[in-house]
């Protein structure tokens, strides 16, 4: 919606929906283009706020290399073609799989941009639950899984994940996270560098713990190095010291936790000093941090990434919600609570909960999660023969050949494929194999609700973004795309879909008769947000327990089955001196991933403002590690796993432990048949060359990208 206009250049509001903060823009566009990229300060979310990546949706709309119309490979090469070709290619490929295999030798991978598209979310399923497959994979079992299982296990829904609010919080215990390069990751968080000043000009403590020294940990009031997949360990020793200190403190949530002592039982046997020999933390420092957040009026835990993609991210994540249960913080101003969003996809009729262990994977067994199988085992799924082996796929605005363990296993099965299709902007590492490619309108050319990332937002809030340029002619929006997919499959295989509502409809009906709805004083509806450009404010996170549990009893879940296995397991591990799993003398350092404000994944190295400067793809190490390896500044070091090696510049620092070394990841465009010009001119190394795609968290089947042994050579 233009906001003011003159005769040549008119003003778009919209949010930047390229990573989770959905900060708010205003746009400038003069004759057709955009000119002007700036943060909106009548946003109320994101206050003005706005990163390097927002100037990325300028650079993708003008990208020679993004694709315009469908494309068919012929004898190697990409030839443009029409979409009625294109639709017929996609369905009748798959159906001759499907025909001559079955059902389940389809394999579909959506990647991270999936959640970002709201067009996706609202009809990917139209086309996708025709396939009738359970080999169904996505970027959530290399990201989030142990969150969203554990919601499900514990609070009955997926989605129901407790959000910290960093807004009246005291003291922000954080492991694993570094929002500030981030702009949060299931903490929907803009802003995030003035939300911690605020935090601790009112008195409060930011207490970051990590391997590394982050961008976000220079603005704590502390930071621990952690060894990597000692988060468990290290929460559950919190857990213990609350416990036989008497300072837990549950209040009513005690009165609505099903074998709440059944889980404090399994704490027993993590003292601080045995969390110590798994996390390097000293007992003396695990017990001065328990005691500080127990002690604090209102406090929260929170761990991401760090804490989440490692063999005992489950385990942790478990811990933390445990953490904010016992010391009353849970569903508490100031604590850890869930969102009431405009359009709640979980109070939605047809809303999925969760899922485990209905099925299980052919090759290794792996326990079907929320649907889906590890992404980890998808390259042997399509690499060992017999009845269910793999023989197709659909990736949908994904690359898991750079973003899934072991790439190079997986650049290599899906070579072998009969048939690929893609749904992608681009020719990338993983699309290069696909037999048609099928892009849809840029992010400035169709408009967006953000269904997912409102439900984990540090505030509840709506915004409506119309379209800021026109959709070129004969281009598909992503929803349209699916329902043509849906439409052609489904005469195919007898089973014509019914007409699906456009996803303006969806949203209109759903805020309408959401919790802001009609029948509230808000009285939200599509026109509303749409004479709001801005965005509207709907308030602060406030307790919801136990009205908005989604267990079938309405109470917490505080002791998971297969966690409390798994917990047992672990202890016993680091008695053992094993908890780490890595044969310490072939494999004497250990890898952890870090992220980049400018990057989000693989996908945002075709733009030169985001990829130029400074090399960043690099290995980050301690200074007496380099030195014992005689290694110096920007010298080629070769890093081995048990799956491969990389070789890629030393960046010497003390920000890193030692015994840790860090790669970010999303790098690798060395394949000289992808279509990104500016991406192969910065093409680095992908850290997923060397990830271990045995290497997973149990019991989510989670990817272990944090954590990895590795071994170091210098290379002359």
Known sequence: MNISATPSKTEHRRACHLCEAICGLVIEVEQGRVVSVKGDPQDPFSRGHICPKAVALQDIQDDPDRLRKPVKKVNGQWVEIEWDEAIELACEGLYKVQQTHGSHAVGVYQGNPNVHNWGLMTHSSNFLGLLKTRNRFSATSVDQLPMQLLAYWMFGHQLLIPIPDIDHTDYFLMLGANPIASNGSLMTVPDVAKRIKALQARGGQLVVVDPRRTETAELANQHHFIKPAGDAAFVFALLHVIVHEDLAKPGRLAEMADDLQEALEAMQPFTPELAEKACGIPAATIRQIAREFAKAPKAVAYGRMGACTQKHGTLAQWGLYLLNLITGNLDREGGALVTTPALDLIAAPNSRPGSFGRWHSRVSQRPEVLGEFPSAIMAEEMLTPGEGQIKAMVCIAGNPVLSTPNGRQLDQALAGLEFMVAVDLYINETSRHANVILPTTSPLEHDHYDLIFNIFGVRNQAKYSAPTLPKPHGALDDWELMDKLAAYFGEKIGKPPKPAMPP????????????????????????????HPEGIDLGPLRPSFPGRLQTPNQRIQAAPMEVLKAAGAYARSIRAGSSAGAPAQAYPFTLIGRRHIRSNNSWMHNSVRLVKGKTRCTLMIHPDDAASLQLQEGQMVQVQSRVGDIALPAEISSHIMPGVVSIPH??????????????TQHAGVSCNHITDEQWLDEPSGNAAVNGVPVALKALV
């Open 504 to 531: 303006q409809m969806l949203l209109d009906f759903g805020l309408q008769m959401g919790p802001y709805g009609t029948a509230s004083p808000h009285k939200l509806s599509l026109a509303k947000l749409l004479a």
């Open 666 to 679: 999303g790098w690798g465009h060395v394949y000289g048949d992808t279509r990104l010009g500016v991406a």
